[in-house]
C-alpha cells in the first residue's frame, strides 16, 4: 500500500524556554516504543516543526490510517500513555481546541 493522504497538525508548547529545550530533547531521543506506536498505526511519515511555541505536524499515512484506530490503540498502550502524559508538561492545548484535544488537525486553503 502507498501514502495515500498527508495530514498536517498544530499545538503550542509553554511559553518558556527551558521546557521548549526540553521538548525539543525529548524529540532527538523519542522512545522506541512510541516509533513503533507510530509505525504501526500506518504512518509512513511524521515530522514536527517549530517556530517558537507553536508546533507543526506533517503526516503521511497509508490508506488504512484511521485516527479513531491510532486513538484507541494509544489508549490501551501504557507507554504510549506515559509519553503522552510526559509531554503535557511541554504542551498547551491551542485556545479552541477540544477539552483534552493537543494536536489540532488544520484545514488546508493553498495549493499549488
Given at each position: 500500500m502507498g501514502i495515500s493522504k498527508r495530514y498536517c497538525l498544530a499545538v503550542d508548547l509553554k511559553d518558556d524556554p527551558k521546557l521548549i529545550r526540553e521538548y525539543d530533547q525529548h524529540h532527538q531521543a523519542v522512545w522506541p516504543e512510541i516509533l513503533d506506536s507510530i509505525r504501526s498505526a500506518g504512518i509512513e511519515s511524521m515530522e514536527i516543526y517549530r517556530v517558537q511555541n507553536r508546533l507543526f505536524m506533517i503526516m503521511e499515512v497509508k490508506e488504512n490510517f484511521s485516527?479513531?484506530?491510532?486513538?484507541?490503540?494509544?489508549?490501551?498502550?501504557?507507554?504510549?500513555?506515559?509519553?503522552?502524559?510526559?509531554?503535557?508538561?511541554?504542551?498547551?492545548?491551542?485556545?479552541?481546541?477540544?477539552?483534552?484535544?493537543?494536536?489540532?488537525?488544520?484545514?488546508?486553503?493553498?495549493e499549488i
Open positions: 485516527f479513531k484506530k491510532k486513538s484507541e490503540a494509544d489508549a490501551a498502550n501504557t507507554k504510549v500513555q506515559e509519553w503522552e502524559q510526559l509531554m503535557w508538561k511541554y504542551q498547551k492545548a491551542l485556545p479552541f481546541a477540544k477539552p483534552g484535544e493537543k494536536w489540532v488537525l488544520m484545514e488546508k486553503i493553498f
